[in-house]
């Protein structure tokens, strides 16, 4: 069982690849911020699988961290685009 | 033990792919969002080797603190931009 | 039993987070890509989060986080995704050519018509 939940946290982090060549040929910055909000995404449930792999539940809120502040990022930046940050 | 040395070439592998981006690209928003997966991808890291606090840290500094403090001061320092095309940003087409 | 349920789950979540991110690298423009990236969450994430609760149990560490992240990824994801998709739309991003209708410009183009008439009606009045 645990080996499935290895297996499966390796898979959902190594999907991060390809987002990574949109972060890479994105042609406008609107582009990589939708990559990079689906790598945190991403890594938010390989950390979740991880922690049961590891049979350590203290990594369990990174999860959250994650969820939450990819929304977070992703809204500043937004609003960044938008020339009202400043 | 094996999925532990995979994740962690994996996720070094990833933070020297978007670091060589933050170095490469020539649009300086783009290099920010790289920067920021850095942050993200290194707290993934810090989550493999076992140390959840400091990947804590690192996303709200690394992912997200240190990208807004870098768009604020590209912002500021080249509010006017003449000729876009040598920043490699896409022309405006709607006002 | 319970390693059946788990791994179909899980790859049903992973085989649509790959479809999403495959999505996400071969759409031709920018909204495109911000629909494939809310179909990663909704239909990539939710399953694994679900395998991983049966997987461990509902009453467990493991399972009440993993329910939490799935309310935090539902109720922030669109709310991003549309903050994004506002302010792309905002600062030009141009849509792909093949888009056939533009329904934020068309209503833009129907309000400041009627406005534009109104006022010609008032100024008609006052004459």
Same mark, same amino acid.
Not at chain 2, 77 to 91: I, K, Y
Not at chain 3, 71 to 98: C, Q, T
């Given at each position: 069982?645990?080996?499935?939940?290895? *297996? $499966?946290?390796? *898979?959902?982090?190594?999907?991060?690849?390809?987002?990574?060549?949109?972060? *890479? $040929?994105?042609?406008?910055?609107?582009?990589?911020?939708?990559?990079?909000?689906?790598?945190?995404?991403?890594?938010?449930?390989?950390?979740?699988?991880? &922690?049961?792999? &590891?049979?350590?539940?203290?990594?369990?809120?990174? *999860?959250?961290?994650?969820?939450?502040?990819?929304?977070?990022?992703?809204?500043?930046?937004?609003?960044?685009?938008?020339?009202?940050?400043? | 033990?094996?999925?532990?040395?995979?994740?962690?070439? =994996?996720? =070094?592998? =990833?933070?020297?792919?978007?670091?060589?981006?933050?170095?490469?690209?020539?649009?300086?928003?783009?290099?920010?969002?790289?920067?920021?997966?850095?942050?993200?991808?290194?707290?993934?890291?810090?989550?493999?080797?076992?140390?959840?606090?400091?990947?804590?840290?690192?996303?709200?500094?690394?992912?997200?603190?240190?990208?807004?403090?870098?768009?604020?001061?590209?912002?500021?320092?080249?509010?006017?931009?003449?000729?876009?095309?040598?920043?490699?940003?896409?022309?405006?087409?709607?006002? | 039993?319970?390693?059946?349920?788990?791994?179909?789950?899980?790859?049903?979540?992973?085989?649509?987070?790959?479809?999403?991110?495959?999505?996400?690298?071969?759409? !031709?423009?920018?909204?495109?890509?911000?629909?494939?990236?809310?179909?990663?969450?909704?239909?990539?994430?939710? !399953?694994?989060?679900?395998?991983?609760?049966?997987?461990?149990?509902?009453?467990?560490?493991?399972?009440? #986080?993993?329910?939490?992240?799935?309310?935090?990824?539902?109720?922030?994801? !669109?709310?991003?995704?549309?903050?994004?998709?506002?302010?792309?739309?905002?600062?030009?991003? !141009?849509?792909?050519?093949?888009?056939?209708?533009?329904?934020?410009?068309?209503? #833009?183009?129907?309000?400041?018509?009627?406005?534009?008439?109104?006022?010609?009606?008032?100024?008609?009045?006052?004459?």
């Amino acid at each position: 069982m645990r080996t499935v939940y290895g *297996a $499966i946290a390796f *898979a959902e982090i190594a999907i991060g690849v390809l987002l990574v060549v949109r972060m *890479a $040929i994105g042609p406008t910055v609107a582009d990589r911020i939708v990559a990079l909000n689906t790598v945190c995404t991403q890594a938010a449930l390989s950390v979740l699988f991880y &922690a049961a792999y &590891a049979d350590r539940s203290i990594y369990l809120d990174v *999860a959250l961290w994650f969820a939450s502040f990819s929304y977070l990022g992703s809204v500043v930046f937004a609003r960044y685009l938008e020339r009202e940050l400043l | 033990m094996a999925v532990f040395w995979m994740m962690d070439y =994996l996720a =070094l592998a =990833l933070i020297l792919v978007c670091a060589g981006l933050v170095v490469r690209l020539r649009n300086l928003n783009g290099a920010v969002m790289a920067l920021s997966g850095v942050g993200a991808f290194s707290a993934l890291l810090f989550v493999v080797l076992g140390a959840p606090d400091d990947a804590h840290s690192e996303i709200v500094v690394g992912a997200i603190a240190l990208p807004v403090l870098y768009l604020v001061a590209i912002g500021k320092a080249r509010a006017e931009v003449h000729d876009s095309g040598e920043l490699d940003e896409q022309p405006r087409t709607r006002p | 039993m319970k390693a059946v349920i788990v791994i179909a789950l899980a790859c049903v979540g992973l085989g649509f987070s790959l479809s999403g991110a495959v999505g996400i690298l071969r759409m !031709p423009d920018l909204y495109c890509r911000i629909q494939c990236s809310s179909k990663t969450t909704t239909m990539g994430a939710l !399953p694994a989060l679900i395998a991983l609760v049966v997987g461990e149990g509902v009453l467990s560490s493991y399972a009440s #986080r993993a329910l939490l992240t799935a309310f935090l990824l539902l109720l922030l994801n !669109p709310a991003s995704s549309h903050a994004l998709a506002r302010a792309a739309y905002k600062s030009g991003v !141009p849509m792909w050519d093949g888009a056939v209708r533009d329904e934020a410009a068309e209503a #833009r183009h129907r309000r400041e018509q009627r406005r534009r008439e109104r006022r010609r009606d008032g100024s008609g009045q006052e004459d």
